[in-house]
């Protein structure tokens, strides 16, 4: 079994800085790419950021130059620094893991119960 676990949501003020971690734990083998997603009310999810094993990033166009993934592959882990957050940022922010759990079984598509975000002043 493999779950993935966030943690990092909260209240902010506009302007201001959040930081979300994802820690995947099980039975784990490889951990291609990983990504963060979120939801807005009434929208459908949409990709944020997404970072791949060999360290490139890929970003939503309202988020560049504000936020920035990173992954720790020793822990397991992928965050999302986010800086000058907008109320428009605000949503259910999900991660998302391609995984391997052994060498002879195909990746798959794992998702994080959710972190809620919210930019209000």
């Known amino acids: 079994q493999v779950q993935l676990v966030e943690s990092g949501g909260g209240l902010v003020q506009p302007g201001g800085s959040l930081r979300l971690s994802c820690a995947a734990s099980g039975s784990i083998f490889k951990i291609y790419g990983m990504g963060w997603y979120r939801q807005a009310p009434g929208k459908q999810r949409e990709l944020v950021a997404e970072i791949y094993s060999d360290g490139s990033q890929n970003y939503e166009a309202s988020v560049k130059g504000r936020f920035t993934i990173s992954r720790d592959n020793a822990k397991n882990t992928v965050y999302l620094q986010m800086n000058s957050l907008k109320p428009e940022d605000t949503a259910v922010y999900y991660c998302?893991?391609?995984?391997?759990?052994?060498?002879?079984?195909?990746?798959?598509?794992?998702w994080g119960q959710g972190t809620q975000v919210t930019v209000s002043s």
């Open positions: 998302k893991a391609e995984i391997a759990r052994a060498a002879w079984t195909p990746e798959q598509y794992y």
